[in-house]
């Protein structure tokens, strides 16, 4: 549901004489009672997103989950915590008295975790993307239409709640740059993650996923699922369809790409073009997107905005802090203010872009939104 929408549902509601229930007529008054926080997946992620959590008054973190010890203890000490409750078995964590989760394991464990934090009836905070191929793409969206409307379900495409996105969307549907165009997005960086090595295979592929695409979808969808998602929102249509090509010509430890360029067909004529890399030495990176008008240029990132109206004339607005913030402290609030969001089937959507995109560089052909995905 959209602001919007809420907005219109809420009238409805006090038009047949119903109310909202606030959060502390359920859980008891909300200054003697903080929310209560459990991490599935205590990797470098998740424990970023947990000390957020954990920082913030609203909060506290008080399980964590992990297949890995080290990981568990390498947790505990980055999100600051005394004596959490640990539990190898996400289920039996999903069990326990905790009022919200964050979901930050591989990303194809998402779909099936998500899916059962919503039968828990637990609040949802899952990173990105949303599964690693359909089949996990569509179980995310049969998760979240079963979803216990009072619990919120957030996804980690923190560029929604970012200040500076916020503002240039604003501007874009005001006409500020006039009839939208074209558009772009890039992700030229280095490579993130380093392979290690473990004596037992199945450690090796579970603690290395990223390396393997069947783990983490191949960096298309693990990481530029996030530019994606921006298109997905300010476009606001899906791809018609997508051909691109993409290799690996540095990083030959893994069975990844480690550079891609794409070219998508948006309906009403609408092209972008998407470029990506791993591989740029380190002091370079080039990662955002840009949305050309015809009387003018907004260009976005996590970093920044800037508005280019003329040859002389720009205005470029700094954010002031990681917009992971924005995301996390938007939960709470959604959770204390009872005005939830549940974002599974658009996160999804936003995912698929990625998939759509990789399938026409794997298979070196054109991959048609219909074709791949049906009536999605």
């Not at 970012?162 to 030229?188: D, T």
């Not at 891609?260 to 067909?265: A, C, K, N, P, Q």
């Not at 003018?296 to 800037?306: C, E, Q």
Request: charged letters at 25%; aromatic letters at 10%.
């Amino acid at each position: 549901m959209n602001r919007r929408d809420f907005v219109q549902a809420g009238g409805a509601l006090a038009a047949a004489g119903l109310t909202i229930v606030q959060p502390g007529a359920v859980r008891g008054s909300q200054a003697n009672s903080k929310i209560t926080v459990g991490l599935i997946g205590v990797g470098g992620r998740g424990s970023y997103d947990a000390g957020i959590f954990q920082a913030d008054p609203r909060a506290r973190v008080t399980a964590l989950c992990d297949l890995f010890d080290d990981r568990i203890e390498t947790g505990i000490q980055k999100i600051k915590l005394q004596k959490p409750a640990v539990y190898k078995d996400f289920e039996k964590l999903l069990g326990s008295d905790v009022d919200a989760v964050i979901i930050a394991t591989p990303p194809f464990e998402h779909p099936r975790m998500l899916e059962a934090a919503v039968q828990a009836r637990k609040h949802i905070y899952c990173e990105k993307p949303m599964g690693v191929d359909l089949a996990g793409a569509q179980r995310v969206i049969a998760a979240g239409r079963k979803a216990d409307p009072s619990k919120c379900l957030s996804v980690g495409f923190q560029q929604r709640y970012g200040p500076v996105y916020l503002e240039a969307y604003k501007r874009i549907q005001e006409g500020q740059i006039g009839r939208l165009s074209n558009a772009r997005g890039f992700w030229i960086s280095g490579d993130p993650f380093k392979r290690k090595p473990y004596p037992d295979p199945k450690v090796e592929k579970l603690r290395n996923w990223f390396c393997y695409k069947d783990y983490s979808g191949d960096f298309i969808v693990e990481q530029d699922c996030h530019n994606f998602d921006v298109l997905h929102w300010f476009l606001n249509a899906r791809p018609i369809r997508a051909v691109g090509m993409g290799g690996t010509k540095v990083r030959t430890s893994m069975e990844i790409m480690d550079h891609l360029t794409l070219s998508f067909e948006f309906p009403e004529g609408m092209h972008v073009n998407f470029e990506a890399n791993q591989i740029s030495p380190s002091g370079f990176s080039k990662v955002g997107e840009e949305f050309t008008g015809t009387t003018g240029v907004i260009l976005t990132s996590r970093a920044r905005m800037v508005h280019i109206r003329g040859p002389k004339d720009s205005e470029t607005i700094e954010s002031k802090r990681d917009i992971t913030m924005d995301g996390i402290e938007g939960f709470l609030a959604r959770i204390q203010t009872g005005q939830v969001e549940n974002v599974a089937e658009r996160s999804a959507i936003s995912t698929l872009f990625a998939i759509l995109g990789r399938t026409a560089i794997y298979t070196g052909r054109e991959a048609t939104w219909k074709g791949e995905f049906g009536e999605i």
